[in-house]
């Protein structure tokens, strides 16, 4: 399984994962987020989201996704976080 990112005229952006829609435990798991860094960077992010490094600093400071400030300005989102956020916005 593949994401697809298709356009939403409200939001920009969609992830639809339609064998998954309708159980948020499953499209969590297929996220496969148990492995790697506990942090991620914002352009890691955004590939992941299917979305821009701009729109993820948006979500990061209206506060729907989780984050840390390292050093100068330098963000990293929790590895969580990103499945978290998808799972909120199933429809």
Known sequence: M???????PEDGVSVTRPETRSDPAAFLK??????????????DVADLLC???QTVY???QSGELAAVEIG????RVFRHGPAE???????
């Open 58 to 60: 948006h979500l990061i």
């Open 85 to 91: 956020y998808l799972a909120s916005r199933i429809v």
């Open 72 to 75: 100068r300005g330098a963000k």
């Open 30 to 43: 297929h996220l496969n987020i148990e492995s790697g860094p506990e942090l991620m960077r914002v352009a």
């Open 51 to 53: 979305v821009c490094p």
């Open 2 to 8: 593949q994401i697809r990112c298709i356009p939403d």
